[in-house]
């Protein structure tokens, strides 16, 4: 696990990944297409992060449609395994790197926790797309 440098410009991958370790410290995360969807139709999602390495291409639909029927922003990382990462889905070993790290296909955020660095990047990054 790589905790981001905060001295230099922040680009958009690591914002988002502080922003998603931020609304997992705050409970605000949800992983997985059933739970993502509930999210998104209780119209309670934020942001929708997809993992461009995903095989199934209905998966993919699925959650495109779902985030344009309701507004939802996303965003993609390159794998499933960056994703599952940035999610929590992984063991921390003693030297602080990320162990058997669980892919994950699709995170939907609830709650973005407080305000920081990394959602302001992310924020200025949705605006400009």
Wanted: aromatic share 4%; net charge negative.
């Amino acid at each position: 696990m790589t905790t981001p440098v905060l001295d230099e410009k922040m680009d958009i991958l690591t914002g988002l990944q502080l922003v998603l370790r931020k609304a997992q410290a705050h409970r605000g995360l949800s992983c997985g297409l059933n739970a993502a969807a509930k999210v998104i139709e209780k119209h309670q999602a934020q942001l929708c992060v997809l993992a461009e390495d995903c095989d199934q291409l209905e998966y993919v639909k699925i959650m495109k449609a779902l985030c344009a029927e309701h507004n939802v922003s996303l965003l993609t990382v390159p794998t499933a395994k960056t994703l599952g990462e940035w999610a929590g889905l992984c063991k921390i070993d003693s030297e602080g790197k990320a162990r058997k790290v669980v892919g994950c296909s699709c995170v939907v955020v609830k709650d973005f926790g407080e305000e920081h660095e990394g959602l302001s990047v992310v924020q200025e990054y949705l605006k400009s797309h």
